[in-house]
């Protein structure tokens, strides 16, 4: 279920399978970031749901879990416990604002370690998503 805080951030409530180191890595990703320039085309909102993407390079009905950071009309931030191939398309599932479920075909745009086991990443939405554009 999507619920939107009182500052108007989207999330979902947080499932026994999320991470408990999770949130600490968020924090610090985040703390990192506001400390350099932000050379983002597109404005991201903070966005925290639990993802799944299946990339086409994939076997069928394989997908890896993804928390995500932050989204745009364009593109989305995130969090995963596996290295992903830069490069490659693919179908990300994840919750919209108003809790409908999501596929949006997209295109992995980077992958790096950020703590040991943990990668920090963004994919590239092949089509606007109008929808997160509407996040406050």
Same mark, same amino acid.
């Given at each position: 279920?999507?619920?939107?805080?009182?500052?108007?951030?989207?999330?979902?409530?947080?499932?026994? +399978?999320?991470?408990? +180191?999770?949130?600490?890595?968020?924090?610090?990703?985040?703390?990192?970031?506001?400390?350099?320039?932000?050379?983002?085309? !597109?404005?991201?909102? *903070?966005?925290?749901?639990?993802?799944?993407?299946?990339?086409?390079?994939?076997?069928?009905?394989?997908?890896?879990?993804?928390?995500?950071?932050?989204?745009?009309?364009?593109?989305?931030?995130?969090? !995963?416990?596996?290295?992903?191939?830069?490069?490659?398309?693919?179908?990300? +599932?994840?919750?919209?604002?108003?809790?409908?479920?999501? *596929?949006?075909?997209? !295109?992995?745009?980077?992958?790096?370690?950020?703590?040991?086991?943990?990668? +920090?990443?963004?994919?590239?939405?092949?089509?606007?998503?109008?929808?997160?554009?509407?996040?406050?």
């Amino acid at each position: 279920m999507v619920l939107v805080d009182a500052m108007g951030c989207a999330h979902v409530d947080v499932e026994p +399978e999320w991470p408990a +180191e999770l949130e600490f890595i968020l924090s610090a990703l985040e703390a990192g970031q506001s400390s350099r320039h932000d050379l983002r085309a !597109t404005a991201r909102k *903070r966005y925290r749901v639990k993802a799944a993407l299946r990339l086409f390079v994939d076997k069928p009905l394989e997908s890896r879990a993804l928390f995500t950071r932050d989204v745009s009309r364009r593109g989305m931030g995130f969090v !995963t416990q596996h290295r992903l191939p830069l490069g490659y398309g693919g179908i990300l +599932e994840l919750p919209a604002p108003d809790g409908r479920m999501l *596929r949006i075909d997209c !295109t992995l745009l980077r992958c790096r370690e950020a703590v040991r086991g943990w990668f +920090e990443g963004a994919v590239y939405f092949n089509r606007e998503q109008f929808g997160f554009g509407l996040i406050k």
